[in-house]
């Protein structure tokens, strides 16, 4: 019979329809580094502050993407796109793309169960209200852009990415995704991979006209408490782009 299941460690991990695992390795309190159980939580697993970006900290789990429904039509339908970039993510490893629903499709099931992709704001999406996060999630909703440590980001392209701790589950992440002005520019998978290597929070701005082209306009990480921290050594002053 084909070969199923692999061990690493002395943990097993059953192969996928694509004969793959994935494993996930941890800086354990002496040091050193060891194999996580796969069937682990992921907030149980750790969360590895500058190591990683914020998508490859839930990556391990069950993940749904959801985008808000809030605004207008048009909002809506561009938030759904952009639900949709990210939730193609995990195809570049060949694998299927994350499911992708509505705000208001999102079951108490899946709250429990699921590490969240959140697309949208405190006005667009109903997930995303009456919540406290390290964010003004509700200072974007009312056009006002965002705020991140002094500085504001209010451009077309502007968006916000940051996973926290999920304040609607257990033992679940949120990866919140708001763009500035209600809807933000699609960008590629390829890009969207990029951007998964970066910080525990960052804010990018895309250009409009090329899916290609992203910058990262400030990021930092959240100290040991959840606490917002700039990146170590870094400036956040941002000189204004201008696309040609």
Same mark, same amino acid.
């Given at each position: ?11 097993? &991990? ?10 996930? &390795?941890? =800086?354990?309190?002496?040091? #050193?580094?060891?194999?996580? !159980?796969?069937?682990?939580?992921? !907030?149980? =697993? ?9 998508? /490859? ?9 959801? @985008? ?11 938030? %759904? =796109? ?6 193609? #993510? ?15 499709? *999102?079951?108490?099931?899946? %709250? ?5 992709? #959140? ?15 390290? &964010? ?11 705020? *991140? ?13 940051? #996973? ?8 679940? @992440?949120? @990866? *919140? ?7 933000? +520019?699609? *960008?590629?998978?390829?890009?969207? &991979?990029?951007?998964?290597?970066? +910080?525990? /929070?960052?804010? =990018? ?37 201008? /696309?040609?």
């Amino acid at each position: 019979a084909p070969l199923r299941i692999i061990a690493l460690e002395q943990q097993r &991990f059953e192969l996928g329809s694509n004969n793959t695992a994935r494993a996930t &390795f941890l =800086r354990g309190t002496n040091g #050193l580094w060891q194999v996580a !159980a796969p069937s682990a939580p992921p !907030a149980l =697993r750790g969360k590895r502050h500058g190591l990683s970006g914020p998508l /490859w900290d839930i990556n391990p789990g069950r993940c749904l993407a959801a @985008y808000g429904t809030g605004g207008s039509a048009q909002e809506t339908d561009q938030l %759904r =796109r952009m639900a949709g970039a990210v939730a193609r #993510l995990d195809a570049t490893w060949g694998e299927p793309s994350w499911p992708v629903v509505a705000d208001t499709a *999102v079951t108490e099931q899946d %709250r429990q169960n699921c590490n969240l992709i #959140l697309v949208g704001d405190a006005r667009t999406h109903r997930l995303l209200r009456n919540q406290t996060w390290p &964010f003004d999630l509700d200072r974007i909703g009312r056009g006002q852009g965002i705020r *991140v440590l002094g500085q504001t980001y209010d451009q077309p392209g502007d968006v916000l990415h940051f #996973l926290y701790p999920s304040p609607i589950g257990s033992n679940t @992440y949120v @990866y *919140v995704v708001a763009p500035a002005r209600g809807s933000g +520019s699609v *960008v590629s998978p390829e890009t969207s &991979f990029e951007t998964a290597t970066w +910080s525990d /929070w960052f804010v =990018r701005r895309a250009s409009p006209d090329d899916p290609e082209r992203v910058d990262r306009l400030a990021d930092g990480v959240f100290d040991n408490n959840w606490q917002l921290q700039p990146m170590p050594g870094k400036s956040l002053d941002v000189t204004p782009m201008n /696309w040609e």
